[in-house]
């Protein structure tokens, strides 16, 4: 009996570790999806409020337009998304968009393109997935840590369209 007792204590031990891990791992998305779509509805709205005609706007030579550094968030978004197990879109040269793609209701459709797609490949990645080990850049890195990158990558650049923005004498939406 006490070893029975035993037994399934340590399977029910087993058990709550095992569901203390998948929600903290499901936490983890949730919290991803909520810092990734608070970036995305700024970037979504700074692209809106730019001007066409402010599009090819750079702060100096050999420096990414505004035009650019949405679609380099956007080919971003693809790759790394890519990593989490999503096939990026049949057709879509994403190494491409900066220089294929020139005006702003196409960047704001591939932009929001690209928000679906790494909504679309977080919510596809499983718990346990999320300490999968993958090649990040060319250096090893985990599933989750591919998502903090997302996450970094596009509020640094959220940071440059601000700037780029304002010398335009755009503000941003949501600080009206």
């Known amino acids: 009996m006490k070893k029975t007792i035993t037994t399934l204590a340590l399977i029910?031990?087993?058990a709550l570790v095992s569901v203390a891990q998948d929600a903290s791992s499901t936490q983890f998305q949730t919290e991803f999806l909520g810092m990734f779509n608070a970036a995305a509805t700024?970037?979504?709205?700074?692209?809106?409020?730019i001007s066409a005609e402010d599009y090819e706007w750079a702060p100096a030579e050999g420096v990414r337009s505004i035009r650019e550094a949405i679609?380099?968030?956007t080919a971003a978004n693809y790759f790394i998304?890519?990593?989490l197990g999503a096939q990026v879109p049949e057709g879509l040269n994403v190494m491409g968009l900066e220089s294929d793609v020139k005006t702003k209701d196409e960047a704001i459709k591939h932009l929001n393109n690209s928000f679906e797609f790494v909504r679309k490949a977080a919510g596809m990645v499983k718990?346990?997935?999320?300490?999968?080990?993958?090649?990040?850049?060319?250096?090893p890195a985990t599933v989750?840590?591919?998502m903090y990158v997302i996450t970094d990558h596009m509020s640094e650049h959220l940071g440059q369209l601000?700037?780029?923005?304002?010398a335009n004498e755009v503000t941003p939406p949501w600080s009206n």
């Open 12 to 14: 029910f031990g087993v």
């Open 81 to 83: 998304g890519s990593m």
């Open 127 to 139: 718990p346990a997935d999320l300490s999968k080990e993958i090649d990040l850049f060319g250096s």
């Open 71 to 73: 679609l380099h968030v």
């Open 42 to 49: 700024k970037i979504d709205g700074l692209a809106n409020a």
């Open 144 to 146: 989750m840590t591919a």
């Open 162 to 166: 601000i700037a780029y923005a304002r």
